[in-house]
């Protein structure tokens, strides 16, 4: 059975490869620019939540 932080990792690698389908399809600059932005500041927050000493709630 997976531990929180591994689903954490399914969860953020499925979200990361379906918007990034979406993006590539529709393929304009301010769409890449906002979902990399996106996509650091979605890294950065599970960052920090996997660092914690106990899991969220």
Known sequence: MLD???RLTVALTIGFLSSLAVVITLSRP???LVWG???VLL???ALIVVNRDSPPG
């Open 4 to 6: 929180w932080t591994e």
């Open 43 to 45: 890294a950065g927050a």
């Open 37 to 39: 932005v996106a996509m």
């Open 30 to 32: 301010i769409v890449w």
